[in-house]
């Protein structure tokens, strides 16, 4: 059975994603910059992420959203409480200073996701390079990753679609959230529709694993934090500018 | 002790109404079933907020009382007390019906019940609900051929075994089930420490309540009335454990997990919660129907076992609703410190209410349940003749 | 389940296979559009038995190791076989007369494909108006 093929070898990658640890920290690795060939499987050489500067995100500003939702083919339907948001622009005021901060929140694409964790079928899984995808093929619709995500990433289908993109396949009765653009990513770009449409240039696109891209410099030059750090979740998505 | 002798249901007027309610209720589940099958969740009340709705606590509460019907045949076979032998058989058919309209509501409410195959072939054994799966259907065989051993005399000699069996499963089947709710780390709502030893008490007096109604419709006057008495002193029993372990529950959520905030909004805020918490669950499911079993008010045993039994299952199915949607309709904090406002419902309460649909969906659990506990006492001789 | 469904068609496809061999008609007698290129990936005969296996390959291939490549890519088939009419319209997914159904609906084998993936082509789809 190729299925089981694939599913052992998912399994496999998983385990050896994380025997190689995901340290983030500049190291002595030495990779190439160039992206994989598109005949090529991913491989956890990689770890893709993004890095959010709340300093230059605008308040009111939602172009990230808009493009994210027009990339992926997202349409408004019955309204923003049954309506997919892979994407979201939050806005936090501090209890005490009632300082205001701006950002983006999407999938975290955690490296110990809870969404893969309790998924019964294994549809929600996490890619060799870090990004966290659902099998719509297999996904029952339970809604137990929704239960799960502590950062409410993602969204259950509620109605049947039609014209779906090409590369965005989704459908009704199954759930989905933030793919990184995985499309894109695989085409060899080396960006997201969001980070693209920033005008302010907030957000940064990049390989965690490799010291020499933007993103982990920036990190490395001014950290990042992870939303809900004490959930241990190692978040591929990190924020600046939050200061606690 | 002479060995009890038992009997079939006979085409009694409970038998009849049984089989025509229970065949209606099924009906329109379907059509509600179907609907939301064919249209989408968006014609429910359930959303990206609340992603488990009214069937979700309907069949967990009938998953839940499962376990706890088998309480009855445990204590006669695991705990050797002669008096419930002859309450035993029924109690494990109380048990299986249970969970099998539990497990159908559960299924069609899924995204994809199309997929049950999928369900059934696939599995991560990292997910908490997968093994429930796992243990769900081991369940029903292992309650099954407690049945089995005692329905047929010749299988006696397995029927410890078998008792012991089952009601060890049991523990970890409603344990198991506590931490479907118990794993998620996200939520302040449910803690691991306490959902699963909580759902193992809870169980115990949600499912004897189904079982009161079950031999209240349809034992007779004179063996129920030999039975009617230990019967609601051990339901008395099992209702002071289960409040018990509801006010430990808030109390360690206030005092040991820190959760104050959701606490207030369960307790003392102007939702439904702190109705169906201070009001619905321990007066009506817990203090009526301990008065109404102890003084009876001149009502008939069967009555009073049916009524209290209602009685329970009412605050029981509100508890559970507090639980399931209170724990999900309260935000989660995204950052320490900081209140949070988006177009996603970040840092609101989101409210949730019922469409006809999930009700109609939801009320087949019961359907189903009466349904198979009446065909099998039509089928198998369940009922204990008194002597 | 797959290979009960395969069976299946091995049956049913001879049945039909008369009606079949015509350029433009299918099982049933509709008209079927007229593929965009020149040849099918594999052979017409290879394709009616197997497309379902290189169809499931590749969508593993894709889902999990991000292997994008054009052949056997459901994207593909649709953009070849599912070509607009004289009033620039294209037959939906439900249709007897869309390329996938014309067969699987005659064979009774339900697909549930397109629950998820468009049935169109992207181009078509902007047209509409739906998207940039
Ligand atoms: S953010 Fe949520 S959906 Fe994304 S990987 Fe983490 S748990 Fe899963
Ligand atoms: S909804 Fe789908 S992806 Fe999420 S846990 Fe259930 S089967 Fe897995």
């Given at each position: 059975m190729k299925y089981i093929d694939q599913y052992r070898r998912r399994f496999l990658g998983t385990a050896s994603a994380a025997f190689t640890g995901l340290s983030?920290?500049?190291?002595?690795?030495?990779?190439?910059?160039?992206?994989?060939?598109?005949?090529?499987?991913?491989?956890?050489?990689?770890?893709?992420?993004?890095?959010?500067?709340?300093?230059?995100?605008?308040?009111?500003?939602?172009?990230?959203?808009?493009?994210?939702?027009?990339?992926?083919?997202?349409?408004?339907?019955?309204?923003?409480?049954?309506?997919?948001?892979?994407?979201?622009?939050?806005?936090?005021?501090?209890?005490?200073?009632?300082?205001?901060?701006?950002?983006?929140?999407?999938?975290?694409?955690?490296?110990?996701?809870p969404c893969v964790d309790v998924c019964p079928t294994g549809a929600s899984f996490k890619r060799a390079d870090g990004i966290v995808l659902v099998d719509k093929h297999i996904c029952i619709g339970c809604r137990y990753c929704m239960m799960a995500c502590p950062y409410k990433a993602r969204s259950f289908i509620h109605e049947k679609l039609s014209d779906q993109l090409p590369h965005a396949p989704r459908g009704k009765g199954t759930v989905e959230a933030c793919t990184l653009c995985v499309h894109r990513i695989d085409r060899g770009e080396n960006t997201t529709a969001c980070t693209q449409a920033c005008p302010n240039g907030a957000m940064t696109f990049g390989d965690l694993k490799d010291p020499q891209s933007q993103i982990s410099k920036k990190l490395a030059e001014h950290g990042g934090r992870e939303l809900r750090a004490k959930l241990k979740l190692d978040t591929g998505v990190r924020y600046q500018g939050i200061s606690s | 002790m002479s060995s009890p002798r038992y009997q079939t249901l006979t085409s009694s007027p409970a038998f009849l109404a049984s089989l025509i309610i229970g065949f209606v209720v099924l009906g329109i589940a379907a059509i509600g079933a179907f609907n939301m099958e064919h249209e989408g969740h968006y014609i429910t009340g359930m959303s990206n907020q609340v992603v488990w709705g009214m069937p979700h606590v309907l069949a967990i509460f009938l998953i839940v009382s499962a376990s706890g019907a088998l309480n009855i045949a445990s204590i006669a076979s695991v705990f050797n007390k002669d008096f419930y032998k002859p309450l035993a058989r029924l109690s494990a058919v109380v048990a299986i019906a249970l969970l099998v309209g539990g497990l159908a509501v559960i299924l069609l409410d899924l995204g994809r019940p199309d997929r049950l195959l999928i369900a059934m072939t696939h599995y991560n054994f990292r997910s908490i609900f997968a093994w429930n799966i796992i243990l769900y259907t081991g369940?029903?065989?292992?309650?099954?051929?407690?049945?089995?051993?005692?329905?047929?005399?010749?299988?006696?000699?397995?029927?410890?075994?078998?008792?012991?069996?089952?009601?060890?499963?049991?523990?970890i089947l409603t344990a198991g089930t506590g931490s479907i709710f118990g794993v998620l780390v996200a939520r302040e709502a449910y803690q691991i420490a306490i959902m699963g030893p909580m759902f193992i008490v809870l169980s115990l007096g949600y499912g004897q309540a189904f079982y009161m109604i079950v031999i209240g419709?349809?034992?007779?006057?004179?063996?129920?009335?030999?039975?009617?008495?230990?019967?609601?002193?051990?339901?008395?029993?099992?209702?002071?454990?289960?409040?018990?372990?509801?006010?430990?529950?808030?109390?360690?959520?206030?005092?040991?997990?820190?959760?104050?905030?959701?606490?207030?909004?369960?307790?003392?805020?102007?939702?439904?919660?702190?109705?169906?918490?201070?009001?619905?669950?321990?007066?009506?499911?817990?203090?009526?129907?301990?008065?109404?079993?102890?003084?009876?008010?001149?009502?008939?045993?069967?009555?009073?076992?049916?009524?209290?039994?209602?009685?329970?299952?009412?605050?029981?199915?509100?508890?559970f609703y507090a639980l399931v949607i209170g724990g999900q309709s309260f935000p989660m904090p995204l950052v320490e410190?900081?209140?949070?406002?988006?177009?996603?419902?970040?840092?609101?309460?989101?409210?949730?209410?019922?469409?006809?649909?999930?009700?109609?969906?939801?009320?087949?659990?019961?359907?189903?349940?009466?349904?198979?506990?009446?065909?099998?006492?039509?089928?198998?001789?369940?009922?204990?003749v008194s002597k | 389940m797959r290979f009960a469904s395969f069976l299946f068609l091995l049956w049913v496809i001879p049945l039909h296979a008369g009606e079949l061999t015509g350029p433009d008609r299918d099982a049933n007698g509709n008209i079927v559009p007229t593929p965009k290129g020149e040849a099918c990936v594999e052979p017409a005969e290879v394709m009616r038995r197997e497309h379902m296996n290189l169809l499931l390959h590749k969508r593993d291939q894709?889902?999990?190791?991000?292997?994008?490549?054009?052949?056997?890519?459901?994207?593909?088939?649709?953009?070849?076989?599912?070509?607009?009419?004289?009033?620039?319209?294209?037959?939906?997914?439900?249709?007897?007369t869309f390329f996938c159904s014309s067969c699987h609906i005659a064979a009774s084998v339900s697909i549930d494909c397109f629950d998820c993936h468009g049935d169109r082509p992207l181009d078509m789809i902007k047209n509409s108006g739906l998207q940039k």
């Open positions: 983030i920290a500049p190291g002595i690795l030495l990779q190439t910059v160039h992206a994989k060939a598109v005949d090529e499987a991913v491989t956890s050489q990689y770890r893709w992420g993004l890095l959010i500067d709340t300093n230059l995100c605008d308040p009111g500003c939602t172009d990230c959203v808009e493009a994210c939702h027009q990339e992926n083919g997202i349409r408004e339907i019955h309204g923003p409480e049954t309506d997919a948001q892979w994407i979201r622009k939050v806005t936090l005021k501090h209890k005490k200073t009632e300082h205001i901060l701006n950002m983006p929140v999407m999938c975290q694409h955690c490296a110990e996701p | 369940f029903i065989g292992l309650a099954g051929v407690y049945l089995w051993t005692m329905l047929d005399w010749q299988m006696e000699q397995f029927k410890r075994a078998a008792g012991i069996a089952a009601f060890s499963w049991r523990l419709l349809f034992m007779d006057n004179k063996q129920l009335s030999e039975v009617s008495k230990r019967l609601s002193r051990l339901m008395g029993v099992m209702i002071m454990c289960g409040l018990a372990v509801s006010v430990i529950y808030h109390l360690s959520n206030w005092f040991l997990f820190d959760a104050r905030q959701f606490e207030l909004y369960l307790l003392n805020s102007e939702t439904i919660f702190p109705i169906l918490l201070w009001g619905i669950h321990p007066v009506i499911g817990c203090i009526l129907p301990i008065w109404l079993l102890r003084s009876g008010s001149g009502l008939a045993d069967s009555q009073k076992l049916t009524l209290s039994g209602i009685l329970v299952i009412i605050g029981g199915i509100s508890q410190g900081y209140s949070a406002t988006s177009s996603f419902f970040d840092g609101a309460i989101v409210s949730y209410t019922p469409s006809l649909w999930e009700l109609m969906l939801g009320s087949g659990g019961f359907a189903i349940a009466l349904l198979l506990i009446v065909f099998c006492l039509r089928l198998f001789r369940l009922l204990p | 894709t889902m999990y190791d991000g292997i994008r490549t054009k052949r056997a890519s459901l994207n593909e088939c649709i953009d070849c076989h599912v070509t607009p009419d004289a009033n620039g319209k294209t037959a939906r997914a439900d249709d007897e």
